[in-house]
């Protein structure tokens, strides 16, 4: 079972900018179309960005699009997502979510709904101040 890790949360100012990271163990991401969610407060997950196993195609909602860049490194195992222009409405908990592909016709992508996830990180922290 492959096990998720994030980092990189903190707080920032509005317009600012931060880099969450996401390791992996446990398994191989790039068997794994991976995900980032947010969770505000009072709030359920909500996707943010995703990137298929093959790395040749990512997913953006559009309150982020233009700012999120979401990127994997497979030789270091771990997924990316470079924040910038941040807001205030960007503040929540920050999740890494896999789900392992079942050969190119079932990848899942764009797995924008949590359920379609099962490995998942404890969540790392994001403020935006105003």
């Known amino acids: 079972q492959v096990q998720l890790v994030e980092s990189g949360g903190g707080l920032v100012q509005t317009g600012g900018s931060l880099r969450l990271s996401c390791a992996a163990s446990?398994?191989?991401?790039?068997?794994?179309?991976m995900g980032w969610f947010r969770q505000a407060a009072g709030k359920g997950r909500m996707i943010v960005a995703t990137?298929?196993?093959?790395?040749?195609?990512?997913f953006y909602v559009d309150s982020v699009k233009g700012r999120f860049a979401i990127a994997r490194d497979n030789a270091k195992n771990t997924v990316y997502l470079q924040m910038n222009d941040l807001k205030p409405e960007d503040t929540g908990v920050y999740y890494c979510?896999?789900?392992?592909?079942?050969?190119?016709?079932?990848?899942?992508?764009?797995?924008?709904?949590?359920?379609?996830?099962?490995?998942w990180g404890k969540g790392t922290q994001v403020t935006v101040s105003s």
């Open positions: 990137t298929r196993y093959s790395g040749d195609d990512t």
């Open positions: 979510a896999g789900v392992e592909v079942n050969g190119p016709d079932y990848d899942f992508f764009p797995a924008i709904l949590d359920y379609e996830y099962n490995a």
């Open positions: 446990g398994g191989t991401i790039s068997d794994f179309t």
